[in-house]
C-alpha cells in the first residue's frame, strides 16, 4: 500500500457514466480522458488533472453522478513517456492542428467551391461568350479587395421536388443571387448581383429570402446598396413553397423603404426585365451598359398578355431608356459600369483630401459679352468644380438643364445650371421633372446644392401646357421650399421671372449666398416680353417700322441697365456681383462646415 496521497476526481455536473476510458493501475498524463459523462444529450470527458496513476475507479457505464461525486482517484506522480503508451497521432490534447481538415469541413469547402466560376468552366464560358462578365466578376471587381464576405453562399433552388439535390448545388448556386457585404472606397457596402447564367437570373423564393435579409441589414445598418439587376422577373418553376401567387413577397416593399435612407445604385447589362426592373426603377441612380434592355415585362410577358412577340432587343433598348430619362448614366460595358458605381458613391463617403482645380481666371471669359450669344454651360462646370470631379446624372434627357455631382474644394456637391444652348435655357416639363429629382437625391444624402443661373424662365405656351407644365413646375418649388441643404446661386446671365426663383429654391433669399457675375440680368420676366408688354401702345402708335425698332431697342437698353446685377446689388436683391474668379471661394464661404445627416428625407422620387 502506498503512502502517496490520493486525490479524488469529481465529476463536474450531474449526468450518467457514458464510459470508463482508462483502467486501475494505469498511468495517465494530464489531460488523459478518466471517464465520459452524458448530461442533457452532450457528451463530457472528465481528464486527469495532473499527470499520475489512477489507483480506484468507483463508477462504472451506467452508473448516476451527482455533480462533486468521485469519478477516479489518482495519485499524482511523474509518468514517463513509456508508462503512458505510445504517443497518439495528431496534437496533444487542448492543442489545435491547423494543417487538418476534418471531414465536415471538407464538405463545407467542397459545396463553397462549387458555386465559384473555377467550377463552372462551361457557364462561365458561356457568359463570356456573350461579352459580359459573370456575377461575381463584378461583384469583384466592385469591392476593395479581399473585403467581400458573401450572405446565403450555399443556398440552392427551391425545386427539390423536381430535381436531384446535387444537380440543384451544381446547377443553381446561391439560388442565382450572389449577395453580401463589401467595402467599396474604403466604406462598406450591400453588394447584389443577379447571375443571367443561373437559371436566367430569374427571381426565386430563396433568392428573394436573400433580398430581404441584405435589405433589412441595410437598413439597420445604414449601409448603400448596389444592386447588378441583370435577368427576369419572377420564377414559376419553384415547388419547395406553399406560394400560390408570390404577392407577399416583401423584397420590393423593403427595397423601397431605403429610398431616402442610403444611397441605392442600379447597374443593368444585357437583359433586365420584371421584377428585376422594379428594383432597378427603385434605385437613386440607373447605371447601364449599351446592350441593356430594360422593360417591365420580357418577351414571354408581353406575348402572354396577347400584345404580340418581340425579340429581347426590341424591348427598352438604350435608344429608347436614355433620352426617356430611365438610364442616369449610358456606359460602354460592365467594366465602365462599375467605376462609375465607385466614382458614384464616393460623394456620399465624404471630403477627398486631395484636389486640384483650373486656373479660374479662365471664368471670366466663358459667358460671351454679348448678351444673346449662346455658349456652353459645361465648360463652365468644368472649370469651376475641383478638376475631373463632374459626374452628370441623365444627360441625355431634359437638355434645359445640367444635374451633375462635383467637388469644390475636395467637398461632395450637388450642382445645377440652366443649359441656354437648349431653348435659351429656358426650364420645360423634363428639365423640371429632372431638376427636382435631383434636388431631392442631394437633400437626402446631405449634398449642397450649387445652382448655376441663366434662364429666361419656364418654357410657356400652347404646346407646353400640353405637357402639364402647371403640376411639372410646380415640383421644384414644393421641393425647393422642403430641402434641408443649402443653396448657394450664381447667376452667370439671365435670371427671369418664375424660372429663375425655381433655380434659387423659390427666391433670390432662399440660397445661404445669392451672387451674379458681371453679366447678370434680372427681372420678373425677360426684358423683350417686358417691354413689349408694358410699352405695347406706344410703339404700336409709331407707324415707320425702322423707327419703331429703334424705339423698341432703346426701350430694352433702358431696361437692361436698370435689370442689371450691379443695379440689383444696390438695392440689395443679390448679395453681391463678383468677378467670376471668386466663386470658389464665395461657394466656399457660404457653406463653411455646415453637415446636414443623410436619410432626413422621406424618399427619393423614382422619376
Given at each position: 500500500m502506498t503512502n502517496t496521497p490520493v486525490t479524488p476526481v469529481p465529476a463536474p455536473m450531474h449526468g450518467l457514466v457514458e464510459s470508463v476510458e482508462t483502467s486501475e493501475g494505469a498511468a495517465v498524463a494530464a489531460g488523459a480522458p478518466?471517464?465520459?459523462?452524458?448530461?442533457?444529450?452532450?457528451?463530457?470527458?472528465?481528464?486527469?488533472?495532473?499527470?499520475?496513476?489512477?489507483?480506484?475507479?468507483?463508477?462504472?457505464?451506467g452508473d448516476t453522478v451527482a455533480e462533486g461525486d468521485p469519478v477516479a482517484y489518482l495519485?499524482?506522480?511523474?509518468?514517463?513517456?513509456?508508462?503512458?503508451?505510445?504517443?497518439?497521432?495528431?496534437?496533444?490534447?487542448?492543442?489545435?492542428?491547423?494543417?487538418?481538415?476534418?471531414?465536415?469541413?471538407?464538405?463545407?469547402?467542397?459545396?463553397?467551391?462549387?458555386?465559384?466560376?473555377?467550377?463552372?468552366?462551361?457557364?462561365?464560358a458561356r457568359r463570356h461568350g456573350t461579352g459580359r462578365r459573370t456575377a461575381r466578376e463584378n461583384v469583384e471587381d466592385l469591392c476593395d479587395p479581399g473585403t467581400f464576405t458573401e450572405y446565403g453562399a450555399l443556398t440552392i433552388a427551391a425545386q427539390r421536388r423536381r430535381r436531384p439535390l446535387e444537380e440543384l448545388i451544381e446547377r443553381t448556386p446561391a439560388d442565382g443571387l450572389v449577395a453580401g457585404v463589401g467595402d467599396v472606397n474604403g466604406h462598406q457596402a450591400v453588394v447584389m448581383a443577379y447571375?443571367?447564367?443561373?437559371?436566367?437570373?430569374?427571381?426565386?423564393?430563396?433568392?428573394?429570402?436573400?433580398?430581404?435579409?441584405?435589405?433589412?441589414?441595410?437598413?439597420?445598418?445604414?449601409?448603400?446598396?448596389?444592386?447588378?439587376?441583370?435577368?427576369?422577373?419572377?420564377?414559376?418553376?419553384?415547388?419547395?413553397?406553399?406560394?400560390?401567387?408570390?404577392?407577399?413577397?416583401?423584397?420590393?416593399?423593403?427595397?423601397?423603404r431605403l429610398s431616402g435612407r442610403v444611397p441605392l445604385?442600379?447597374?443593368?447589362?444585357?437583359?433586365?426585365?420584371?421584377g428585376n426592373a422594379a428594383l432597378l426603377g427603385c434605385c437613386d441612380v440607373v447605371i447601364a451598359t449599351a446592350d441593356a434592355n430594360i422593360g417591365m415585362g420580357g418577351p414571354a410577358m408581353i406575348e402572354g398578355g396577347g400584345l404580340g412577340v418581340f425579340a429581347p432587343e426590341q424591348i427598352g433598348p438604350m435608344s429608347v431608356q436614355v433620352p426617356n430619362g430611365v438610364v442616369d448614366v449610358p456606359v460602354a460595358d460592365e467594366a465602365e459600369a462599375v467605376a462609375v458605381a465607385r466614382r458614384y458613391l464616393a460623394y456620399f463617403q465624404g471630403p477627398s483630401p486631395e484636389w486640384t482645380a483650373q486656373d479660374q481666371r479662365r471664368l471670366?471669359?466663358?459667358?460671351?459679352?454679348?448678351?444673346?450669344?449662346?455658349?456652353?454651360?459645361?465648360?463652365?462646370?468644368?472649370?469651376?468644380?475641383?478638376?475631373?470631379?463632374?459626374?452628370?446624372?441623365?444627360?441625355?434627357?431634359?437638355?434645359g438643364v445640367v444635374t451633375a455631382l462635383v467637388r469644390i474644394e475636395g467637398r461632395p456637391l450637388g450642382l445645377i445650371a440652366n443649359n441656354p444652348g437648349h431653348l435659351g435655357g429656358a426650364i420645360d416639363r423634363d428639365a423640371a421633372d429632372k431638376t427636382a429629382r435631383f434636388l431631392q437625391l442631394c437633400d437626402a444624402h446631405g449634398l449642397p446644392v450649387v445652382s448655376l443661373c441663366d434662364t429666361p424662365g419656364f418654357m410657356v405656351g400652347p404646346d407646353a401646357e400640353q405637357t402639364a407644365t402647371v403640376r411639372h413646375f410646380a415640383r421644384l418649388f414644393v421641393t425647393g421650399a422642403h430641402l434641408r441643404v443649402p443653396i448657394c446661386t450664381v447667376i452667370l446671365r439671365k435670371a427671369y421671372g418664375l424660372g429663375a426663383q425655381a433655380m434659387a429654391g423659390g427666391s433670390l433669399r432662399v440660397p445661404v449666398a445669392t451672387v451674379a457675375w458681371p453679366t447678370g440680368e434680372l427681372?420678373?420676366?425677360?426684358?423683350?416680353?417686358?417691354?413689349?408688354?408694358?410699352?405695347?401702345?406706344?410703339l404700336e402708335a409709331i407707324a415707320d417700322p425702322a423707327e419703331r425698332q429703334a424705339a423698341f431697342d432703346g426701350l430694352v437698353a433702358a431696361a437692361y441697365e436698370q435689370g442689371r446685377a450691379l443695379s440689383a446689388a444696390t438695392v440689395f436683391e443679390i448679395d453681391d456681383v463678383i468677378d467670376p474668379a471668386e466663386t470658389r471661394r464665395w461657394i466656399s464661404t457660404a457653406f463653411g462646415r455646415a453637415q446636414v445627416p443623410p436619410g432626413g428625407r422621406g424618399f427619393i422620387d423614382a422619376w
Open positions: 478518466l471517464v465520459v459523462l452524458e448530461a442533457m444529450k452532450m457528451q463530457h470527458v472528465v481528464e486527469a488533472p495532473a499527470a499520475g496513476v489512477v489507483r480506484r475507479l468507483p463508477v462504472a457505464p495519485e499524482f506522480a511523474a509518468v514517463g513517456a513509456a508508462e503512458v503508451g505510445a504517443p497518439q497521432a495528431g496534437p496533444a490534447p487542448g492543442e489545435a492542428d491547423d494543417g487538418a481538415v476534418r471531414a465536415d469541413l471538407a464538405e463545407v469547402i467542397r459545396r463553397h467551391e462549387i458555386g465559384l466560376d473555377a467550377a463552372r468552366p462551361e457557364a462561365v447571375d443571367y447564367t443561373v437559371l436566367a437570373g430569374t427571381q426565386g423564393a430563396m433568392n428573394h429570402l436573400k433580398k430581404d435579409r441584405m435589405f433589412e441589414l441595410a437598413a439597420r445598418r445604414g449601409l448603400p446598396v448596389v444592386l447588378f439587376a441583370e435577368g427576369g422577373g419572377g420564377r414559376p418553376g419553384d415547388t419547395d413553397t406553399t406560394t400560390v401567387s408570390g404577392l407577399d413577397t416583401m423584397a420590393f416593399h423593403l427595397f423601397a445604385v442600379g447597374i443593368a447589362a444585357g437583359r433586365c426585365f420584371a471670366r471669359s466663358l459667358v460671351p459679352e454679348d448678351r444673346r450669344r449662346a455658349y456652353d454651360v459645361r465648360a463652365v462646370i468644368d472649370v469651376l468644380a475641383d478638376t475631373g470631379s463632374v459626374l452628370e446624372l441623365r444627360r441625355g434627357f431634359g437638355a427681372g420678373g420676366m425677360g426684358l423683350e416680353g417686358a417691354v413689349r408688354l408694358g410699352f405695347r401702345r406706344e
